[in-house]
């Protein structure tokens, strides 16, 4: 069964906070500001998928990718 | 009076007036015809305008070193310098980092940074800011016109700013003073940028050894507890970046703010629209910092280097354009309108690297606080007359005076 999970690059993220405020229930930052998936970046619904799309989309540092995964 | 520009591409000139009041057909032109601009005039300089251009260079900090990030630095005449004292400037010749550090400093200098200006820890001033900005409405709101810019905008950071590092807040009108001294009218008058940044030094200075005395709870007195490998920041240090913490979070902040104003004066739309849905403020802010960022910054080039085919030599300086990267159409759909909404806005007003704005959080929530408190008082604003607006141009790009009307 492969699943979709959404991964943060912590080489790139240089903690914009972007995707922390578009989507706080799927990243969280640390005291510094880098991010990264809360739990295990799995995306459940439809709607997972569109939220995660548009943090890829609006990340400047193009730190956030959407990746296959065997679940 | 510098002559008129020809050929934006070989002979642009950023102080132009045509340049500081409407800079966007520009960087179209330059942006269709030309990858790197180049220029003589202001000491010569290369200027990217493509937003990947800029996101390239601000990464390959190999090649572009940030020791030196004025847009315009100006030498004084043989026989114009400020008398100055050796020990003095020795005191404060302390750079301004990190913005000016380059690694390996720059990745402790940063972290100190970062924790304070976190999302987390900016939302403690937010209360005190909203305050404030109640404040300034009260003093002009029931003369039905105000400066926008000067009433309002410009007042926010500086009291702000003035809070974290514990210092007095009847200081705002002399710091704006002395950073619009440094950081605008400065750059292209090497003897008030000098003089300015000595008063600032000066400032900081004295507030240091006042902390050393008495310690507060302010950022001043953190950053000299904190410690690198086990030993103190060296005081320098900490002056160098008390330096850079007001000269970076005043005229930024303050003109991204008056952009915003701005915009809304002139958009009922876009008014109405955030006062039913104010949910969707936070976007609206990342689109107003896209479509009117303020910032440019500059990059020093270390060793002879090609871009895009370009050769650009050791010694060179390039102008880090950011605005117009955030008006780039292989970006951005349609770039030069303001959509509240828009979905995909991966801008970089704040720049993009490690050298990331490490205020952004604090510019964000002044911005939303600033324009959400406006709304909420006077719904219905518009400029009294657009033609008589100002624009600061350069390094930081906003309105410097903007009358705004209402009520009638």
């Not at chain 1, 229930?25 to 295990?40: H, I, N, Q, S, W």
């Not at chain 2, 909203?130 to 410009?154: H, P, S, T």
């Not at chain 2, 060296?234 to 160098?240: D, K, T, Y």
């Not at chain 2, 970006?331 to 490490?358: M, Q, S, T, W, Y």
Request: net charge negative; glycine share 6%; charged share 25%.
């Amino acid at each position: 069964m492969k699943v979709q999970k959404v991964t943060v690059d912590s080489e790139k993220c240089q903690g914009h906070n972007r995707c922390y405020a578009m989507a706080p229930g799927m990243f969280k930052v640390d005291e510094l500001g880098y991010a990264t998936p809360r739990g295990d970046g799995v995306l459940k619904t439809p709607q997972d998928v569109e939220l995660a799309n548009r943090a890829v989309e609006n990340c400047p540092e193009r730190a956030i990718d959407i990746v296959e995964d065997e679940g | 009076m510098a002559e008129p520009v020809g050929n934006w591409t070989a002979d642009y000139d950023i102080f132009s007036p045509e340049y500081v009041k409407d800079p966007f057909p520009i960087w179209d032109e330059i942006r269709g015809k030309c990858p790197i601009a180049h220029t003589e005039r202001w000491g010569g300089s290369f200027m990217p305008t493509r937003y990947e251009d800029l996101f390239n260079i601000a990464r390959d900090i190999e090649n572009f070193s940030s020791r030196n990030v004025l847009v315009a630095d100006v030498m004084p005449q043989p026989g114009e310098e400020l008398e100055e004292e050796p020990e003095m400037v020795e005191t404060y010749n302390v750079g301004a980092p990190p913005i000016t550090s380059d690694p390996p400093v720059h990745t402790w200098a940063r972290k100190l940074l970062l924790k304070p200006f976190s999302v987390t820890e900016v939302a403690e001033y937010e209360q005190e800011t909203r305050e404030l900005c109640n404040e300034l409405i009260d003093a002009f709101i029931d003369k039905g016109r105000a400066d926008g810019a000067v009433d309002y905008a410009q007042q926010i950071p500086p009291r702000v700013i003035a809070s974290m590092l514990g210092i007095p807040k009847d200081m705002t009108a002399t710091f704006t003073e002395w950073v619009r001294g440094f950081l605008e009218l400065g750059l292209t008058n090497p003897q008030l940028r000098q003089e300015s940044a000595r008063n600032i030094f000066m400032f900081m200075n004295d507030q240091i050894q006042e902390r050393k005395a008495k310690p507060g709870d302010d950022l001043i007195t953190r950053l000299l507890a904190e410690k690198v490998e086990g030993e103190p920041v060296p005081e320098s240090h900490v002056l160098g970046t008390c330096f850079l913490l007001l000269v970076a979070g005043i005229d930024t902040t303050w003109s991204s703010i008056g952009s915003a104003v701005w915009h809304l004066a002139q958009h009922p739309e876009d008014r109405k629209r955030l006062i039913e849905q104010p949910e969707l403020m936070p976007n609206a802010i990342e689109e107003l910092l896209r479509a009117y960022s303020p910032v440019t910054m500059a990059r020093y080039v270390a060793q002879d280097t090609e871009y895009a085919g370009c050769p650009i030599p050791e010694g060179s300086k390039v102008l880090m354009n950011f605005p117009a990267a955030n008006r780039d159409p292989k970006v951005f759909e349609d770039p030069d309108k303001v959509i509240l909404d828009r979905a995909k806005n991966p801008h970089i007003a704040f720049g993009v690297g490690i050298h990331r704005c490490a205020g952004s959080n604090l510019a964000r929530m002044e911005m939303k606080v600033s324009i959400e408190e406006l709304l909420k008082r006077i719904p219905n604003f518009k400029l009294e007359n657009p033609d008589v607006v100002t624009w600061a141009g350069g390094q930081v790009r906003g309105p410097r005076i903007m009358p705004i009307v209402w009520g009638s």
